[in-house]
């Protein structure tokens, strides 16, 4: 979320308190993404034995 007012942007963690992004959080938090994406996308070869 964003306030309308100063610009500030909060998210809300696990038990529903605000937290202020950073700007080290929202790197963090990108590159947790594409991580995601990326384990995603390439499917994991089953292998029989």
Known sequence: MTCSHCD???V???H???ETITV???QIA???Q???RLT?????TK???
């Open 16 to 18: 529903g308190n605000f």
């Open 24 to 26: 080290s959080n929202t």
């Open 30 to 32: 990108d590159t947790l």
């Open 47 to 49: 292998v029989a034995v």
């Open 8 to 10: 500030t942007v909060v």
């Open 12 to 14: 809300t963690d696990r």
């Open 34 to 36: 594409e991580l995601y």
């Open 40 to 44: 995603r996308r390439i499917p994991k």
